[in-house]
């Protein structure tokens, strides 16, 4: 079961963390978004050993990790942009680093990031 928190709205420029309480185990776990209108998109994924992916839209303004657990799947996202804005979901159960949906066999609900 993958619950996240953390959405909201913010302005341009600005910052959010998300957060996605993980039960059982997973080796990858990661970060999709989903726009109106558009398909659903990897932004960022984490194995347990720490190596990371990111969308090359992303890179350098998102960082994804987790607890010491691995019970916890964290996002932070910083210089904000509109386009930015979509449902964010947390997945789990890959066995790479991979942004592909189809990897992934558990989802969470999503949660919206809005930017203005």
């Known amino acids: 079961q993958l619950v996240e928190s953390g959405g909201g709205s913010v302005q341009a420029g600005g910052s959010l963390r998300l957060s996605c309480a993980i039960s059982?185990?997973?080796?990858?776990m990661a970060w999709f978004r989903q726009a109106p209108g558009k398909e659903r998109e990897g932004v960022a994924a984490?194995?347990?050993?720490?190596?990371?992916g990111y969308a090359d839209s992303v890179k350098g303004r998102f960082t994804i990790s987790t607890d010491n657990a691995k019970k916890t799947l964290y996002l932070q996202m910083n210089s904000l942009k509109p386009e930015d804005t979509a449902i964010y979901y947390c997945?789990?159960?890959?066995?790479?680093?991979?942004?592909?949906?189809?990897?992934?066999?558990?989802w969470g609900q999503g949660t919206q990031v809005t930017v203005s």
């Open positions: 997945a789990a159960g890959a066995w790479t680093y991979e942004l592909t949906v189809s990897a992934y066999p558990y």
């Open positions: 059982g185990y997973t080796y990858a």
């Open positions: 984490i194995t347990r050993q720490g190596s990371t």
